[in-house]
């Protein structure tokens, strides 16, 4: 079992930056893949970013490419999202997900299907 706690939601005018965090339980450079997914009520959450704690390798949704960086820091089990340029469609409840067993080299797809544990959430609000 993994245990995912996100922080750093909030409220921001469009343009402005935030930094999600993301606790990882028994975060290791062999853990599952781990990744940022995204959802507004009544829609189907979405891939944001993805990153294999192994390798780092990442991925990217089109819609934030150049504008978020996902990271990890092993040591201190937490993986990362940093948002910049924010833009009124980036609100949504943003969570953070891990996949069973041991992710390779190579990000992950940015599909939710293969993620299985799940955090809590932390919502995102973006106002123009």
């Known amino acids: 079992q993994v245990r995912l706690v996100e922080s750093g939601g909030g409220s921001v005018q469009a343009g402005g930056s935030l930094k999600l965090s993301c606790e990882v339980s028994?975060?290791?450079?062999?853990?599952?893949?781990t990744g940022w997914f995204r959802q507004v009520s009544g829609e189907e959450r979405e891939g944001v970013a993805v990153?294999?704690?192994?390798?780092?390798?990442?991925d990217y949704a089109n819609s934030v490419k150049g504008r978020a960086t996902i990271s990890r820091d092993i040591a201190k089990s937490t993986m990362y999202l940093q948002m910049n340029n924010l833009k009124p469609e980036d609100t949504a409840m943003y969570y953070c997900?891990?996949?069973?067993?041991?992710?390779?080299?190579?990000?992950?797809?940015?599909?939710?299907?293969?993620?299985?544990?799940w955090g809590q959430g932390t919502r995102v609000t973006v106002s123009s």
């Open positions: 997900a891990s996949t069973r067993g041991s992710c390779g080299s190579d990000a992950p797809p940015l599909g939710p299907e293969n993620f299985v544990y």
């Open positions: 028994k975060y290791t450079t062999s853990s599952g893949c």
């Open positions: 990153i294999s704690p192994r390798s780092g390798a990442t």
